[in-house]
């Protein structure tokens, strides 16, 4: 398989990319997690973009955070694998790039993430560590992580 992303500012999506991108969001976070949540937040805008293809399909994307926008650390957001690319690595792949999306486009700096409670393995695989304790977000176990 061929693997490949792009970053851009929400300014710079096609209408078909950023089609793509909130179908995946919508498809993945509101009818396969059932749940009822405004993902349209108005942070987007403010925000770069991870799209990660495989075969030039998109496999996933990532958001990526400026300081402020809804930590004072910059921040990884609304990360989502499609379905049918689950089982092949790709959360690693597509995290190791949002860090490093991260340090290109805001420098050096510690990450936060809210993440799946059932997921804190994984991200303290990429260095994360647990910060607090959980707490329910749409219904779903979460906690926040910090990478230095």
Do not use: W
């Not at 942070?43 to 030039?56: C, T, V």
Request: with cysteine; charged share 25%.
């Amino acid at each position: 398989m061929n693997y490949s992303y792009t970053i851009k500012a929400f300014g710079e999506f096609t209408n078909l990319e950023l089609y793509e991108m909130l179908r995946l969001r919508s498809e993945v976070f509101v009818v396969e997690q059932n749940c009822v949540y405004q993902d349209l937040d108005n942070k987007d805008p403010k925000s770069f973009h991870l799209l990660y293809y495989a075969n030039d399909e998109l496999a996933g994307c990532t958001r990526l955070l400026p300081t402020g926008l809804s930590y004072d650390d910059i921040s990884i957001g609304r990360v989502v694998i499609a379905p049918t690319f689950r089982g092949l690595g790709l959360g690693k792949k597509i995290m190791e790039a949002s860090i490093a999306g991260c340090q290109e486009k805001f420098g050096k700096s510690p990450i936060r993430i809210s993440a799946q409670y059932h997921l804190s393995n994984f991200y303290q695989s990429l260095g994360f560590m647990e910060q607090g304790e959980p707490y329910d977000e749409d219904g779903i176990p979460h906690i926040e992580m910090l990478r230095n």
